[in-house]
């Protein structure tokens, strides 16, 4: 007999992780596209927005802390780009 177990909440850590692995899928992805910067920081703004909604709709803290991450690392990318003179 198999025991009905209640699904386990998906956990805070995994939130953050989740935005964090799609961040670098498409900062990747983005990296060797002609002009990617431009689209790399239209997905970041995407992305925030998305968070900072998902924020007020979930009522968890955590979403707002993911939106700030996504923010920091994404700007620092951002920066990479332009620093090295890598703009697409």
């Known amino acids: 007999m198999e025991e009905n177990k209640p699904k386990k909440p998906i956990s805070n850590m995994h939130i953050v992780g989740i935005n964090l692995a799609i961040l ?3 900062t990747i992805i ?3 596209i002609n002009g990617g ?3 790399d920081a239209f997905f970041i703004g995407i992305q925030f927005l998305t968070c ?3 924020a007020m709709v979930f009522d968890k803290g955590i979403w707002v802390l993911s939106a700030f991450v996504v923010v920091l690392i994404g700007l620092s990318t951002c920066a990479e780009f332009l620093m ?3 703009l697409g």
């Open 30 to 32: 983005f990296r060797f």
């Open 24 to 26: 670098v899928s498409y």
């Open 52 to 54: 900072l909604i998902a």
């Open 37 to 39: 910067f431009i689209f």
């Open 84 to 86: 090295n003179g890598t």
